[in-house]
C-alpha cells in the first residue's frame, strides 16, 4: 500500500471519531453508555464511508527462487554407433542427469535429435538422419521466454538441414558442446578451393587455381594431378611441413575441343592418411566454338592498322575487318 493512502485512512479515521463525539458528546443530554455504542457506530459507519471513497489498494509480493532449466540434447543418429560413441553418449546424460549438485541448481530436460527432437524416451541410435540445425532451433523456440542453457552431445555430423553454426546464433540461450569422436589428429590432404571459369572460348587457354592443405606436422611430398577423364594432363611436386600447410597453385589448360569437359584435381595420399574424400574435386567447364567480329573503321590505310589486326587476331575468337 502507498504511503499516501495510509495517510489518508489515518485522516479519515480521525475525521470520522471527531464528527461522532461532536454528534453525541457536544451539548448531548444521552447517558455515557448510550453515547459511546452511538459514537462507536457512527464512527465505524463514516469511517467505512470515507474508506470507500478513499478505495486503497493492497499489494502482497510472493518472493521465491525459481531454478534455471538445463537442456540435454543427445544426437541419436547411428553415426554416434560407427563411431563407437553410444556407451559415451550414455554415459553422460546419466552423469549430468543424475548429478545431485547439477539437480540443485538446474531444472534437467533432456531430449534426443535425429531428423526431428524428441523428448528422451530410450536412445538406440538408430535414426538415419542427424538435423541439429532444427533440434537448436526447436529447443530454442520452446524456451524462448526462459534462461535454458543447452548441453549438445554429438559427433557433430549433420546430414540434413541448414548449416547449425548459423543457427546456434540466432539461439538466445548459451551452448555447450561436448564433442562425441575420436579427439586424435590425423596427418591428412586436402583439396580446400577451386577456382576456375564455367566458359572458355575453343582454342584457348583457362587458368585453374587450386588452394591445396596440409594437416600434419612431418615434412612430407605429394603430388598434385589433373585428369581429363583418363588422361592425365598436368602434375606437380608439392611438399608440406609443419610451417608451411598450405599451398596456391595455378596453371593454365588448352581447350581444345567443344564441349562440357569434367576434370578431376587429385592430390597423392599419404601412406597413412585416413580420410582420402577430400583429397580429390571434380569440375566442369564449357568450351565454346565463337568468333566475334570487330570492325576497324579508318578514313586512310595505315601500317598501324595491320599491327593491331594482327595483335586482336591473335586470339583466335575474334576476326578483324578494316573498312
Sequence with gaps: MAESSVFYIILAFITALLLALFQYFYKSKLNNRLRAVLTTLRTVSVFSILLLIINPKFESNTYYDEK?????????????????????????????????????????????????????????????????????????????????????????????????????????????????????????????????????????????????????????STELKIWLGDVLIYKKQIEFDATKTSEFITTALDANTVGVKTYRVELTPLNKEKNTVNNSKNFGVEVIDQKTNIALVSERLHPDLGALKKAIESNEQRSVSIL
Design 68 to 220: 534455471p532449466t538445463l537442456v540435454v540434447a543427445v544426437d541419436n543418429s547411428e553415426s554416434i554407433t560407427y563411431l563407437e560413441q553410444d556407451k559415451n553418449a550414455e554415459d553422460a546424460l546419466k552423469l549430468l542427469s543424475d548429478n545431485s549438485e547439477i539437480q540443485k541448481r538446474f531444472n534437467i530436460e533432456t531430449f534426443s535429435f535425429g531428423k526431428s527432437l524428441n523428448p528422451i524416451d530410450s536412445l538406440g541410435f538408430s535414426e538415419q538422419q542427424s538435423n541439429i540445425s532444427n533440434a537448436l532451433k526447436q529447443i530454442g523456440e520452446i524456451y524462448s521466454d526462459q534462461v535454458a542453457p543447452v548441453v549438445l552431445l554429438s559427433d557433430g555430423n549433420q546430414t540434413y538441414g541448414a548449416d547449425y553454426s548459423f543457427i546456434s546464433n540466432s539461439v538466445n540461450q548459451p551452448i555447450y558442446t561436448v564433442i562425441l569422436g575420436d579427439s586424435t589428429v590425423y596427418t591428412d590432404l586436402s583439396i580446400k578451393q577451386l577456382n576456375v571459369n564455367r566458359y572458355v572460348f575453343l582454342k584457348n587457354r583457362f587458368p585453374v587455381e587450386i588452394i591445396a592443405n596440409y594437416n600434419g606436422t612431418e615434412t612430407i
